[in-house]
């Protein structure tokens, strides 16, 4: 027979605290359809990255020298970016907006790191257009870089959201949800070195 | 709390008889309930505009040599004919369902995001709006629903016609992808006390399961279309063979993504099932730990059997039994479903108005589709079955004897429930045997088609091979099926303009929406419900007053006895028309149109990230519940 | 009442029925088709059974309407049966297809078999014998009673080679190849057509199989190799002139000839013994040559073969060439 629970019992409760609220939870799912959409295009990278059709290949071209500074820079955003929660949680807004503005620096020193990659390898052959390889480097650091470049735009509006009066009731949520997305960049970014750069010179 | 001075920022006290008036309401909407009635409608006409596809194609295919249509328009009409059915008919039907039925059954008031939810409507229109406009604009696509590479690629398929596929598809996968989050969201975070996931209706298991599947198979096809659009705009070399491109990276793509897609089109049909069994029966479902079992299976494995559509891709022995292996397992679960539904209908007082009679049409059709599904796995044989019209049998036979009749269910069953009327029985009955019929004498001979040697998308056949017969009386039933829609779309309009009232409960049975009057107020529930077992509204009728108790230490009501609830807005409808905008420069390589549509959707994302719904306050009307209340169970 | 009419057509055997086989692959597909539809039947009719019955039975009563039955929540025994005898009767059909997965790719050693390289083309086949040293088109003759590997091409988009009666399918995807191999038993003309959707002629492109004894097969290659010779007279001399100066030779090849180079077209060596012509859409007679010379793509929507706007008298005399290519 169905059991007969008393209220609240096991069960969630429309205006008790939930274990994770509708906007953290949404977007930790939302990252799991990220998750699969940078596995394919990984997958993809994988599997065609030796299609250089008589042009550059990832050993000839690569300098990684030049990656290491931007995913330094990168990995180190994730760092301020903590800094800047545990601010936003203590209240210390001020705090919080400073090392939010150094994650922006840090993340477009990615950027632009990236975009002097990018027009490096063009000038030495290596297009959109010359080979499988290069269709799918490009298509899989640019959505990276894309995706970072959303980041800094988002970064930059909660630094002028923080401002209003309501910020304070909603802050560790969106706070935490932006830095969510930050990571998550940034763990992408790690796979994306490993098997494109790492592996590229290696084999 | 709102010390804020824009306008749209202060809250004001709405009538639930006045929400909801006038035609700029539908563009605004964001309550769920009225979403569920758009995408009815819309996916209505789109399946209309399939189902007209399919016309032109049979009576193309009544004589062999025929030439009422061309092969380069026949082509075209059966990709969109596909992809039509299934983006824009077969799916959003469901999503109607899911935004109708599914805050109701776990006792909510909306859904977790209002605002992206009538997002996801938009993007569903514009997407399929977009992609029929290629009839007018040049030339729909011409490459099948799945479009392999080469044949979609710009060398072998210049024109607009693979553009409008890719963009559109795009588009409205968009909104498809959001619509999971939002159930998953819903679903998990936003249940009545008392409503644990193991007292969950198993229709709303099934939307779960279906809304994880949309969201880790979805960006599969997004990327795959991601290369498409960049092979055939920017001239990126993904699938160019001649640069060592590979078709086949988009096969297997498109794959991964394709088979949970079909998951996707048929799980919740199983849960529609699940809950009309068990009401017109008058029992429990049986075994319902083993149904959520089946049904979360089902999803898992989903996602291991692809390769049963590449078959004939020249992948080996080995890749083709493991594969053939994953696919007979998924045959387990499905047919334990089936085992289930009959024990549920065993020993029960089985009432059969027209919800129940397709309930037991959709168990000997869908049976049908899983056995010819059974007989394709054999690797080996499908090397014969593959790309013959056995395969275009099997699914439709899966698609409408099973997904469809379900929906069909379905709308029978909460017809009442969303509009406040009753469909016409009589009426539902002539159309459920027109479509019985007809669908049957449609599909059942292509078994034999595919059988005895017809490929699939064939302009036309050669006489003297035996292909004629067949053909011949497919197409009779074709216009039978056809009939037999008409007359149901037809009750479907003249029912909701005059049909009769509705009570709250018309079946009698064991969920918590048929506490609520027909039609249910913007709030849903007066007051957020106890839930105190599964099929609680059962539990209240045998072990209650019959009403739906409130549940206690839920402080919602503000002290003037309003609630709140989210504010109609027209952002996602210009965020939609943005995207829209996007996808014709595009198509189109107009790079500044391109950027300045881009630019206001991101505005529109901006706003609706840094400018929270202020909300409004609609009154409780209590006097609604009583009233419907009384009217009793039929 | 469908199945039994269904099965009576079938029983006439028509051309291409799966129901018919002429080989040894067919013969086995066969067989698994007929042993998982029986198993599949038998649990249909379980199901069908179980529903009439339940049906009547247990449909409410009148004066029921206000009774409720027993709420049966579950039986966990019944539950374990049938999901168990499922998994058993999958796993019969599981260890069937692995080990006819297999057997199907087991072709015979390229040394000591007829290997025939089969190239997609839109819209027609490809032949090419590659250790016999003989190319041609449409019409693919093999020898009776031994394997004959296929390696599967394609010159441009996906296609399928499919003759039922022989045979599944493998699909020809460019850039790789894929491997089958077919037999016949008998004797006989085997027919089939694409099974990969390729585009506007997609339909118009079909398959004739010629299965000869082995003197036979052993003839026809000869007669591949050793063409009639070039005319000497008549209209035919001026086709085969005309076949240069209307640009034929440019995508069509001929053994025997100075038209070597073409192979974009089909290879026409023999052309006049085969039965069919244009993708093997239609009878080969002077009178359908003609209209496919005239216009290709208005014969056959989507023919990559232009529309050499030829004068009729030009036409006149290719057709009397090209029916001397025997």
Same mark, same amino acid.
């Given at each position: 027979?169905?059991?007969? !629970?008393?209220?609240?019992?096991?069960?969630?409760?429309?205006? !008790?605290?939930?274990?994770?609220?509708?906007?953290?939870?949404?977007?930790?799912?939302?990252?799991?359809?990220?998750?699969?959409?940078?596995?394919?295009?990984?997958?993809?990278?994988?599997?065609?990255?030796?299609?250089?059709?008589?042009?550059?290949?990832?050993?000839?071209?690569?300098?990684?020298?030049?990656? /290491?500074?931007?995913?330094?820079?990168?990995?180190?955003?994730?760092?301020?970016?903590?800094?800047?929660?545990?601010?936003?949680?203590?209240?210390?807004?001020?705090?919080?907006?400073?090392?939010?503005?150094?994650?922006?620096?840090?993340?477009? #020193?990615?950027?632009?790191?990236?975009?002097?990659?990018?027009?490096?390898?063009?000038?030495?052959?290596?297009?959109?257009?010359?080979?499988?390889?290069?269709?799918? /480097?490009?298509?899989?650091?640019?959505?990276?870089?894309?995706? #970072?470049?959303?980041?800094?735009?988002?970064?930059?509006?909660?630094?002028?959201?923080?401002? &209003?009066?309501?910020?304070?009731?909603?802050?560790?949520?969106?706070?935490?949800?932006?830095?969510?997305?930050?990571? /998550?960049?940034?763990?992408?970014?790690? #796979?994306?070195?490993?098997?494109?750069?790492?592996?590229? &010179? !290696?084999? | 709390?709102?010390?804020?001075?824009?306008?749209?920022?202060?809250?004001?006290?709405?009538?639930?008889?006045?929400?909801?008036?006038?035609?700029?309401?539908?563009?605004?909407?964001? +309550?769920?309930?009225?979403?569920?009635?758009?995408?009815?409608?819309?996916?209505?006409?789109?399946?209309? %505009?399939?189902?007209?596809?399919?016309?032109?194609?049979?009576?193309?295919?009544?004589?062999?040599?025929?030439?009422?249509? *061309?092969?380069?328009?026949?082509?075209?009409?059966?990709?969109?004919?596909?992809?039509?059915?299934?983006?824009?008919?077969?799916?959003?039907?469901?999503?109607? $369902? $899911?935004?109708?039925?599914?805050?109701?059954?776990?006792?909510?008031? +909306?859904?977790?995001?209002?605002?992206?939810?009538?997002?996801?409507?938009?993007?569903?229109?514009?997407?399929?709006?977009?992609?029929?406009?290629?009839?007018?604009?040049?030339?729909?696509?011409?490459?099948?629903?799945?479009?392999?590479?080469p044949i979609s690629t710009s060398l072998y398929n210049p024109g607009l016609g693979i553009d409008f596929?890719?963009?559109?598809?795009?588009?409205?996968?968009?909104?498809?992808?959001?619509?999971?989050?939002?159930?998953?969201?819903?679903?998990?975070?936003?249940?009545?006390?008392?409503?644990?996931?193991?007292?969950?209706?198993?229709?709303?298991?099934?939307?779960?399961?279906?809304?994880?599947?949309?969201?880790?198979? $979805?960006?599969?096809?997004?990327?795959?279309?991601?290369?498409?659009?960049?092979?055939?705009?920017?001239?990126?070399?993904? $699938?160019?063979?001649?640069?060592?491109?590979?078709?086949?990276?988009?096969?297997?793509?498109?794959?991964?993504?394709?088979?949970?897609?079909?998951?996707?089109?048929?799980?919740?049909?199983?849960?529609?099932?699940?809950?009309?069994?068990?009401?017109?029966?008058?029992?429990?479902?049986?075994?319902? *730990?083993?149904?959520?079992?089946?049904?979360?299976?089902?999803?898992?494995?989903?996602?291991?059997?692809?390769?049963?559509?590449?078959?004939?891709?020249?992948?080996?022995?080995?890749?083709?039994?493991?594969?053939?292996?994953?696919?007979?397992?998924?045959?387990?679960?499905?047919?334990?479903?089936?085992?289930?539904?009959?024990?549920?209908?065993?020993?029960?007082?089985?009432?059969?108005?027209?919800?129940?009679?397709?309930?037991?049409?959709?168990?000997?059709?869908?049976?049908?589709?899983?056995?010819?599904?059974?007989?394709?796995?054999?690797?080996?044989?499908?090397?014969?079955?593959?790309?013959?019209?056995?395969?275009?049998?099997?699914?439709?036979?899966?698609?409408?004897?099973?997904?469809?009749?379900?929906?069909?269910?379905?709308?029978?069953?909460?017809?009442?429930?969303?509009?406040?009327?009753?469909?016409?029985?009589?009426?539902?009955?002539?159309?459920?045997?027109?479509?019985?019929?007809?669908?049957?004498?449609?599909?059942?001979?292509?078994?034999?088609?595919?059988?005895?040697?017809?490929?699939?998308?064939?302009?036309?056949?050669?006489?003297?091979?035996?292909?004629?017969?067949?053909?011949?009386?497919? %197409? %009779?039933?074709?216009?039978?099926?056809?009939?037999?829609?008409?007359?149901?779309?037809?009750?479907?309009?003249?029912?909701?303009?005059?049909?009769?009232?509705?009570?709250?409960?018309?079946? +009698?049975?064991?969920?918590?929406?048929?506490?609520?009057?027909?039609?249910?107020?913007?709030?849903?529930?007066?007051?957020?419900?106890?839930?105190?077992?599964?099929?609680?509204?059962?539990?209240?009728?045998?072990?209650?007053?019959?009403?739906?108790?409130?549940?206690?230490?839920?402080?919602?009501?503000?002290?003037?006895?309003?609630?709140?609830?989210?504010?109609?807005?027209?952002?996602?409808?210009?965020?939609?028309?943005?995207?829209?905008?996007?996808?014709?420069?595009?198509?189109?390589?107009?790079?500044?149109?391109?950027?300045?549509?881009?630019?206001?959707a991101v505005y529109t994302m901006h706003r609706s990230m840094f400018s929270p719904d202020p909300g409004?306050?609609?009154?409780?009307?209590?006097?609604?519940?009583?009233?419907?209340?009384?009217?009793?169970?039929? | 009442?469908?199945?039994?009419?269904?099965?009576?057509?079938?029983?006439?055997?028509?051309?291409?029925?799966?129901?018919?086989?002429?080989?040894?692959?067919?013969?086995?597909?066969?067989?698994?088709?007929? @042993?998982?539809?029986?198993?599949?039947?038998?649990?249909?009719?379980?199901?069908?059974?179980?529903?009439?019955? =339940?049906?009547?039975?247990?449909?409410?009563?009148?004066?029921?309407?206000?009774?409720?039955?027993?709420?049966?929540?579950?039986?966990?025994?019944?539950?374990?049966?049938?999901?168990?005898?499922?998994?058993?009767?999958?796993?019969?059909?599981?260890?069937?297809?692995?080990?006819?997965?297999?057997?199907?790719?087991?072709?015979?050693?390229?040394?000591?078999?007829?290997?025939?390289?089969?190239?997609?083309?839109?819209?027609?086949?490809?032949?090419?014998? =590659?250790?016999?040293?003989?190319?041609?088109?449409?019409? @693919?003759?093999?020898?009776?009673?031994?394997?004959?590997?296929?390696?599967?091409?394609?010159?441009?988009?996906?296609?399928?080679?499919?003759?039922?009666?022989?045979?599944?399918?493998?699909?020809?995807?460019?850039?790789?190849?894929?491997?089958?191999?077919?037999?016949?038993?008998?004797?006989?003309?085997?027919?089939?057509?694409?099974?990969?959707?390729?585009?506007?002629?997609?339909?118009?492109?079909?398959?004739?199989?010629?299965?000869?004894?082995?003197?036979?097969?052993?003839?026809?290659?000869?007669?591949?190799?050793?063409?009639?010779?070039?005319?000497?007279?008549?209209?035919?001399?001026?086709?085969?002139?005309?076949?240069?100066?209307?640009?034929?030779?440019?995508?069509?090849?001929?053994?025997?000839?100075?038209?070597?180079?073409?192979?974009?077209?089909?290879?026409?060596?023999?052309?006049?013994?085969?039965?069919?012509?244009?993708?093997?859409?239609?009878?080969?007679?002077?009178?359908?040559?003609?209209?496919?010379?005239?216009?290709?793509?208005?014969?056959?929507?989507?023919?990559?073969?232009?529309?050499?706007?030829?004068?009729?008298?030009?036409?006149?005399?290719?057709?009397?060439?090209?029916?001397?290519?025997?």
């Open positions: 027979m169905a059991d007969l !629970a008393p209220s609240g019992h096991g069960a969630a409760d429309a205006s !008790a605290p939930q274990s994770l609220d509708n906007s953290t939870l949404g977007f930790w799912i939302f990252l799991s359809a990220e998750c699969i959409l940078f596995a394919s295009l990984i997958g993809t990278y994988i599997l065609l990255h030796n299609q250089t059709n008589g042009g550059p290949s990832p050993q000839s071209i690569f300098d990684l020298r030049l990656t /290491f500074i931007g995913t330094i820079a990168l990995l180190a955003s994730s760092f301020t970016m903590v800094i800047a929660y545990v601010h936003t949680l203590g209240g210390r807004y001020a705090a919080m907006r400073q090392w939010l503005v150094v994650t922006i620096l840090l993340g477009l #020193v990615f950027e632009v790191e990236t975009a002097y990659e990018f027009k490096g390898f063009w000038d030495k052959g290596l297009t959109l257009q010359t080979s499988p390889f290069g269709s799918a /480097f490009y298509t899989l650091v640019g959505f990276h870089a894309m995706h #970072v470049l959303f980041g800094v735009f988002w970064i930059t509006s909660l630094i002028f959201y923080s401002y &209003k009066k309501t910020f304070s009731a909603e802050s560790a949520t969106k706070v935490g949800v932006m830095g969510l997305y930050w990571h /998550f960049v940034d763990v992408v970014w790690i #796979v994306i070195f490993s098997v494109v750069y790492l592996l590229g &010179k !290696a084999a | 709390m709102a010390a804020i001075s824009k306008p749209e920022a202060q809250p004001h006290v709405v009538e639930p008889y006045e929400a909801g008036k006038g035609l700029w309401s539908w563009l605004n909407v964001v +309550d769920h309930k009225r979403i569920a009635h758009l995408y009815f409608m819309a996916s209505g006409l789109f399946f209309l %505009t399939g189902g007209s596809e399919a016309l032109l194609m049979r009576i193309q295919l009544f004589h062999p040599n025929n030439h009422f249509v *061309s092969a380069e328009t026949f082509n075209q009409l059966f990709t969109m004919h596909g992809t039509t059915m299934i983006f824009l008919a077969v799916m959003p039907l469901f999503i109607a $369902f $899911f935004n109708a039925v599914v805050p109701l059954m776990i006792g909510a008031r +909306d859904v977790a995001y209002p605002r992206l939810n009538a997002l996801s409507f938009w993007l569903f229109l514009a997407g399929g709006l977009f992609l029929n406009s290629s009839w007018f604009l040049g030339g729909a696509p011409d490459a099948g629903w799945f479009s392999y590479a596929y890719a963009i559109g598809l795009q588009i409205a996968g968009i909104g498809t992808l959001a619509t999971g989050v939002n159930f998953l969201v819903t679903i998990l975070n936003m249940r009545a006390p008392g409503m644990s996931l193991m007292r969950l209706p198993l229709f709303v298991w099934t939307v779960l399961v279906t809304s994880v599947l949309v969201i880790l198979a $979805f960006p599969a096809l997004t990327v795959n279309l991601f290369f498409l659009m960049f092979d055939r705009i920017i001239g990126t070399q993904f $699938f160019a063979v001649a640069s060592g491109g590979q078709p086949l990276l988009w096969a297997n793509l498109f794959w991964v993504f394709g088979h949970p897609e079909v998951y996707i089109l048929v799980l919740p049909t199983f849960g529609i099932i699940s809950e009309v069994v068990s009401t017109f029966s008058r029992k429990p479902l049986f075994g319902y *730990s083993t149904m959520v079992l089946a049904t979360v299976s089902i999803g898992f494995l989903s996602f291991m059997v692809w390769v049963h559509h590449m078959f004939t891709l020249g992948y080996g022995p080995w890749v083709n039994s493991i594969f053939a292996l994953t696919t007979m397992m998924i045959a387990v679960p499905t047919g334990v479903k089936i085992f289930n539904w009959l024990a549920t209908m065993w020993g029960g007082h089985i009432r059969f108005s027209v919800p129940m009679m397709w309930v037991v049409s959709f168990l000997v059709t869908f049976t049908i589709g899983g056995m010819s599904g059974v007989m394709l796995a054999m690797a080996p044989a499908d090397l014969q079955f593959n790309d013959s019209y056995f395969v275009v049998a099997h699914f439709h036979y899966v698609m409408i004897g099973g997904s469809l009749f379900g929906i069909l269910a379905g709308l029978y069953y909460w017809f009442p429930k969303i509009t406040g009327r009753m469909l016409n029985e009589t009426v539902g009955k002539v159309s459920f045997w027109l479509v019985n019929i007809g669908f049957n004498v449609t599909f059942f001979p292509m078994h034999f088609l595919g059988l005895i040697g017809m490929p699939r998308r064939i302009y036309t056949y050669a006489p003297g091979l035996g292909f004629t017969t067949w053909n011949e009386v497919a %197409t %009779t039933g074709a216009f039978i099926l056809g009939t037999g829609f008409a007359i149901l779309v037809a009750n479907v309009i003249v029912s909701l303009a005059s049909g009769p009232k509705a009570v709250a409960d018309p079946w +009698d049975a064991r969920t918590l929406e048929w506490g609520l009057p027909s039609p249910v107020a913007p709030y849903n529930f007066s007051h957020i419900p106890l839930v105190r077992g599964r099929d609680p509204l059962w539990v209240e009728k045998t072990h209650g007053d019959g009403r739906i108790p409130a549940a206690p230490g839920v402080h919602e009501h503000a002290p003037d006895g309003t609630v709140h609830m989210p504010q109609p807005t027209a952002l996602p409808l210009l965020m939609a028309a943005c995207i829209t905008a996007l996808g014709y420069a595009l198509l189109y390589r107009n790079l500044y149109v391109a950027i300045v549509a881009g630019a206001v409004e306050y609609m009154r409780i009307a209590p006097e609604l519940e009583t009233m419907a209340l009384e009217g009793g169970a039929h | 009442m469908l199945l039994a009419g269904g099965a009576t057509a079938l029983a006439a055997g028509t051309p291409e029925s799966e129901f018919n086989p002429a080989g040894p692959v067919a013969a086995l597909q066969l067989s698994y088709i007929e @042993l998982s539809f029986w198993i599949m039947a038998g649990i249909f009719i379980v199901v069908a059974g179980v529903l009439v019955f =339940t049906v009547i039975r247990f449909r409410e009563r009148r004066g029921q309407e206000k009774e409720v039955p027993p709420q049966v929540e579950g039986n966990t025994l019944l539950e374990i049966v049938w999901t168990i005898v499922p998994i058993l009767l999958l796993a019969i059909l599981g260890v069937v297809t692995v080990s006819g997965s297999f057997a199907l790719a087991d072709l015979a050693p390229p040394s000591k078999a007829v290997v025939v390289d089969v190239v997609g083309h839109q819209y027609w086949f490809a032949y090419q014998y =590659t250790n016999l040293g003989v190319t041609t088109a449409n019409e @693919l003759h093999i020898p009776v009673g031994e394997k004959i590997d296929l390696e599967l091409q394609s010159a441009d988009v996906m296609h399928a080679w499919w003759v039922p009666r022989l045979g599944g399918k493998i699909d020809s995807v460019p850039g790789r190849t894929n491997y089958m191999w077919i037999e016949a038993s008998k004797p006989g003309i085997y027919t089939g057509q694409c099974a990969e959707f390729c585009g506007t002629g997609h339909a118009d492109m079909r398959i004739v199989v010629d299965a000869q004894s082995p003197a036979q097969f052993n003839a026809w290659l000869n007669a591949m190799k050793h063409p009639a010779s070039v005319p000497t007279s008549g209209l035919a001399k001026q086709g085969y002139t005309d076949f240069a100066t209307a640009g034929c030779d440019a995508c069509h090849s001929i053994t025997g000839t100075n038209y070597t180079v073409g192979v974009i077209g089909p290879n026409l060596t023999g052309l006049a013994n085969r039965p069919m012509i244009a993708g093997n859409i239609l009878p080969n007679t002077p009178a359908n040559l003609a209209a496919w010379l005239h216009n290709p793509p208005g014969v056959k929507p989507g023919a990559l073969m232009p529309n050499l706007h030829l004068s009729p008298g030009k036409i006149k005399a290719l057709v009397a060439y090209l029916e001397s290519l025997k």
